[in-house]
């Protein structure tokens, strides 16, 4: 699947300046249709360069390029200047959002409808927050703004996560590809430990939500005791003592189904 411009017969239009924008948003706005066809034919370098982002996912890359026009279309119609963000900060999030939201409705992965509604929502607000604080929001702003609890927001945002293949391409230039297999070895022990952390991942599924969420973070994301407290809206301790009761509730199951436990 190419990644280049012109073999996807794309238009070429100049880039607007700011103030070219601005007229041009407004114009559109108000109504005007050669102001809205041009901001989109300007802004299509944009939605391309964000759909490389999600290539190898199982879907040609034009029809997720048309996923992501149908964002900065919604961009566009929705920009509000009292925001006083740039459109491109703004029509990011929004077209991102789009296409994420596509991969999600149609993943092969089948997800509560109630988490569904809640992944959406968080989009919704994630995008809203992006506009008005002119960055990413934290996953704590986030949770404040729907009502909802760091674990709750969490638990949705991973239930919503597109599965990944070993065998997605990692990287490619003139040579062979490599594979997210290819990558998959440990500093410490080279190629073969990752099959033994998948097998602690399965072990993982016999803790609650909260649990396996502190032991993945702590142990397979190298987070601290303090960054996950923080996700969690916890204290320090609260983690630090949640983490000892996961560890030892893993010990007595693997003990009980003869493992060997050092």
Request: some cysteine.
């Amino acid at each position: 699947m190419s990644s280049r411009l012109v073999e996807m017969n794309l238009p070429r239009f100049p880039l607007l300046k700011d103030r070219e924008m601005k007229e041009l948003l407004s114009k559109a706005k108000a109504g005007d249709d050669y102001a809205r066809d041009r901001l989109v034919n300007c802004n299509l370098k944009l939605v391309f360069n964000l759909v490389k982002r999600f290539q190898n996912r199982g879907y040609e890359l034009e029809d997720l390029f048309q996923i992501g026009c149908i964002g900065l279309i919604k961009a566009i119609d929705k920009f509000d200047f009292s925001y006083d963000v740039k459109f491109s900060t703004y029509a990011v999030p929004m077209i991102v959002g789009e296409i994420r939201r596509f991969l999600r409705d149609d993943s092969p992965v089948k997800v509560s409808r109630s988490v569904k509604e809640i992944a959406y929502k968080i989009q919704q607000v994630r995008e809203t927050l992006t506009a008005r604080l002119g960055r990413d929001p934290a996953v704590g702003e986030i949770a404040a703004e729907l009502g909802l609890s760091r674990e709750e927001v969490v638990n949705a945002l991973e239930a919503a996560q597109m599965p990944t293949s070993i065998y997605d391409t990692f990287h490619q230039d003139d040579g062979d590809p490599i594979y997210l297999l290819d990558q998959l070895k440990s500093r410490e022990d080279g190629d073969t430990p990752w099959l033994e952390r998948l097998s602690v991942k399965e072990l993982l599924n016999n803790l609650s939500e909260r649990d396996r969420l502190i032991i993945t973070w702590r142990f397979f994301e190298d987070k601290t005791q303090s960054d996950i407290a923080l996700r969690l809206g916890l204290s320090q301790v609260q983690v630090s003592r949640l983490e000892r009761q996961a560890l030892k509730k893993l010990k007595e199951f693997m003990e009980r189904n003869g493992w060997k436990v050092e």
